[in-house]
């Protein structure tokens, strides 16, 4: 009876560990998905916000008579040099954060493996199961080897 216990533990505890991975995987899809929606709402905020200044450039420009200037020309192409600047920075953030998505699933994964490989050595016997083969040196960390 002690065995089939063991045996259904096992099986439990390896379906469990599966979902869990399973659902790690999905949970860090679905936070790529968001940073990327974020990283392009941002953009887009940032265009219109580029937009409106450039317009209201333009207007002054207009206002003061000096719409052609060398002034308002570089104040606009400032503009757009900024918005560059912003959605490139946006960009890279964006990849980072699916790098580190990514990472994060995957040790989860190599956690959950990890588990299972150790549920199936405790239920094997442990280090009980070695014998005494499995006896190395006696080792004491403050007097060394044995």
Do not use: C, H, W, Y
């Amino acid at each position: 009876m002690p065995q089939t216990l063991a045996v259904i533990g096992a099986v439990v505890g390896t379906g469990a560990a599966i979902s869990s991975a399973n659902t790690q995987r999905k949970m860090a899809k679905q936070q790529q998905q968001q940073q990327q929606l974020a990283t392009r709402q941002s953009q887009r905020q940032a265009i219109r916000e580029a937009q409106i200044r450039r317009s209201q450039t333009m207007a002054a420009g207009q206002a003061f008579g000096v719409s052609g200037s060398s002034g308002v020309s570089g104040g606009t192409a400032s503009l757009g040099s900024q918005v560059g600047g912003s959605l490139g920075f946006s960009s890279q953030m964006s990849g980072l954060s699916a790098n580190i998505s990514s990472l994060g699933q995957k040790a989860s994964t190599l956690n959950a493996i990890s588990g299972l490989g150790l549920d199936v050595f405790k239920m094997a016997g442990g280090f009980d199961s070695l014998g005494s083969q499995a006896q190395g040196p006696n080792v004491d960390l403050l007097k060394g080897v044995q």
